[in-house]
């Protein structure tokens, strides 16, 4: 009998989801890039977290099926990147907000 947190993490991976978590990293990647290159801004690191755990959850739905474990890992990967972001966000604002 399968638990729902393994279908869920070690489930197939959807290609719709790929392309919107992927696009979304570049999104925030590229916009990131621009405040900090062209207007000289301070660098948003929390949007850099978001980046990141959006690229992660993006690869791990462009994987192919029989890959359910390295999907399951970059997913698990993801979570751990954007939960610390919160715990940071918690216990230091001032790291991740200028």
């Known amino acids: 009998m399968p638990s729902i947190i393994d ?6 991976p959807s290609r719709g989801l790929a392309v919107v978590y992927l696009c979304g990293a570049l999104l925030l990647a590229g916009q ?19 980046s990141a755990g959006m690229a992660l959850s993006g690869i791990a ?3 192919p099926k029989p890959r359910r474990r390295a999907t399951g890992v970059l997913r698990v990967t993801a979570l751990v990147v954007l939960v610390s972001m919160l715990v940071i966000l918690l216990v230091t604002p001032d790291r991740l907000i200028n």
Do not use: H, N, R, W
Request: aromatic share 22%.
């Open 7 to 12: 279908e869920t993490v070690f489930g197939d």
């Open 61 to 63: 739905e462009s994987l």
């Open 32 to 50: 990131q890039g621009y405040y900090v290159i062209v207007e000289g801004a301070a660098p948003f690191y929390a949007g850099l977290f978001l």
